[in-house]
């Protein structure tokens, strides 16, 4: 049975920062055919991409948030992290993982709140 857990969120200050990590069971990252990524959810609005490794390795970005998080992943650890810096109030979110393997399957965490106040 394959979890993922995210942790890492909570309260921070407008241009703080904040680490989300995501660690996962009943799975491999060494397999290279899984990508990664974190989206969010905003109260009222769909749930977004943040930021995702491809199962090729490409990054993406979502726009409003380049240059300032950066996703990486622990093979070793099966883990995957987003490192949130110079946070804004429109960054408060539920922040949640997904890990999709090339042949269709996908999987969620249960979310991590993010909130930033001014």
């Known amino acids: 049975q394959v979890q993922l857990v995210e942790s890492g969120g909570g309260l921070v200050q407008t241009g703080g920062s904040l680490r989300l990590s995501c660690a996962a069971s009943?799975?491999?990252?060494?397999?290279?055919?899984?990508?990664v990524g974190w989206y969010r959810q905003a109260p009222g609005k769909e749930r977004v991409l943040v930021a995702s490794?491809?199962?090729?390795?490409?990054?993406t970005y979502a726009d409003s948030v380049k240059g300032r998080f950066t996703i990486s992943r622990d093979n070793a650890k099966n883990t995957v992290f987003l490192q949130m810096n110079s946070l804004k109030a429109d960054d408060t979110a539920v922040y949640y993982c997904?890990?999709?393997?090339?042949?269709?399957?996908?999987?969620w965490g249960q979310g991590t709140q993010v909130t930033v106040s001014s």
């Open positions: 490794i491809r199962s090729g390795g490409d990054i």
């Open positions: 009943g799975l491999t990252f060494t397999d290279s055919r899984y990508g």
């Open positions: 997904r890990v999709n393997h090339i042949l269709g399957a996908t999987y």
